[in-house]
């Protein structure tokens, strides 16, 4: 199976790797930035093809084995580019020799990239895209009643960079706010992998603590600890041959990420309590809604263990920056809540040009929410005053909020399943109808008890439970 991308660079000068890789993306292509020839070799033998292949020869230099010469010997059709430093000849004169089109030097330059980018076949056809009419819509069905959409122009380069690289066997880090749909893409490679066939799974790394995570990732055999009455396969063993995706990755403590570490080398572990290694073949793919880099610097973050995870990187945009998308999101939503809950709903205009003007920082799970909460009450009106309500409040800057919420916190604040919608729906239920009789009974709570049909104890509890005070303020506009 052969994927051409546009560029596959290698350098161990992670500047280089972020200058390229933001270049080439901002410009529609899609790039492979690797830190090692030998890295770069695995992945010709894959088949990846590269239109152009920069070798960083400086920074190598400092690293030379395996020889950079492995790499250009596995070069065939590409256009070869050699990077070198400022006082280095020495590569000019081989590239020269080996008929190799261009060498830079550094300091590499933005244009320089630019201007390498121009070079690949498909940049003079590249036309970004400025709005949906300009962009075409793919929507795929997945399993778990979950589907992917994509209208807008950076989700349909995604939708095509996971078509192009799903696949080729390589790890990729999903990058993107929480809520933009990291696990469905996770999905789409999945289902377009030869591992189709076989398992899927998803394990979140935040949810669980280290020595519960452990247990869950390698397994156990009998006796491993108490209560390990019969033996157990962990997630790894039980994904053979298949995917498994580490989904918020970035908060795994770092004994997990040791070893991880190890599992990812060689695909071995052992289950706790176990002394043999168990063997795997699994393709890992793993998320995060964290800034990788700044955890790497805090040392918070393996620097290795994050280099075996994102041979490609894939960011998913957050809603608010392909808002043309919101209209479709909320057609696809109503059609298939509608038919699961038995009740038809059709979004009127105002409401779905609401939707737009809102900024969703819990992104496509906040709006699949609110489409389930509405279709629950199949009030209109209510739904759009809450929006109203929310883009009153909201905060100037368009930057998502959700981004910064200690994670823990944002599980509790976004509801995550139809189960959670419905409690949430009816607790805002019972606030309103509350609300509405104390006040018509200018909070006498005897009689707005009487008038609700509920005891007087039942309301006084109700009261307590949802902090209601006669100073209150409806957050039901
Ligand atoms: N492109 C999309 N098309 C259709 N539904 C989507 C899309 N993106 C996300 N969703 C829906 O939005 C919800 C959240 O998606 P998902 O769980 O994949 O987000 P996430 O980025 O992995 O979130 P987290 O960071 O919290 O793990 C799911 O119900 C998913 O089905």
Known sequence: MHQTIHILAVSDNVDIRNLIQSTFEARGQLAICVPSSQEAIHLLNRGIQAEIILFDANANKLAPAPSPLGLFEKITDEKLCVLSGPSDTSWEHYAAKCGIATTLTLPLRRQDIENL???????????????????????????????????????????????????????????????????????????????????????????????????????????????????????????????????????????????????????????????????????TLAATNINMEEAIAQKRFREDLYYRLNTLTLTVPPLRE??????????????????????????????????????????????????????ILQDERSAYNDLHAKIRTEAPCTTAVAVEVPIQEKKAAIPVGMKDVISDVKNQAEIRMLQDALLASGWNRRRAAINLNISYRSLLYKIQRHGLTAHHESSVA
């Open 322 to 375: 392909r808002r043309e998308e919101i209209p479709l999101l909320i057609e696809q939503m109503t059609r298939r809540g509608s038919a699961e809950l038995g009740q038809p709903f059709a979004f009127s205009r105002r409401l779905i040009e609401t939707a737009q003007d809102y900024h969703w920082p819990g992104n496509v799970r906040e709006l699949r929410n609110f489409v389930t909460r509405t279709l």
């Open 117 to 283: 980018s121009e070079k690949t076949k498909e940049y003079a056809s590249f036309q970004p895209s400025t709005g949906a009419s300009q962009t075409s819509c793919h929507l795929e069905e997945l399993d778990n009643n979950r589907f992917f959409l994509a209208a807008s122009s950076p989700m349909m380069k995604l939708y095509r960079d996971v078509r192009a690289l799903a696949p080729v066997d390589i790890p990729v880090l999903i990058l993107g706010e929480s809520g933009v749909g990291k696990e469905v893409v996770a999905m789409l490679l999945h289902k377009y992998h030869a591992r189709a066939e076989k398992t899927f799974l998803n394990v979140n790394c935040a949810a669980l603590p280290t020595e519960l995570l452990e247990s869950e990732l390698f397994g156990y055999e009998a006796g491993a600890f108490t209560g390990a009455t019969k033996a157990k396969p962990g997630k790894f063993e039980l994904a053979n041959k298949g995917t498994l995706l580490l989904d918020e990755i970035g908060e795994m403590s770092s004994q997990m990420q040791a070893k991880l570490l190890h599992v990812l080398q060689d695909g071995s572990f052992c289950r706790l309590g176990a002394r043999t290694t168990t063997q795997v073949d699994v393709r």
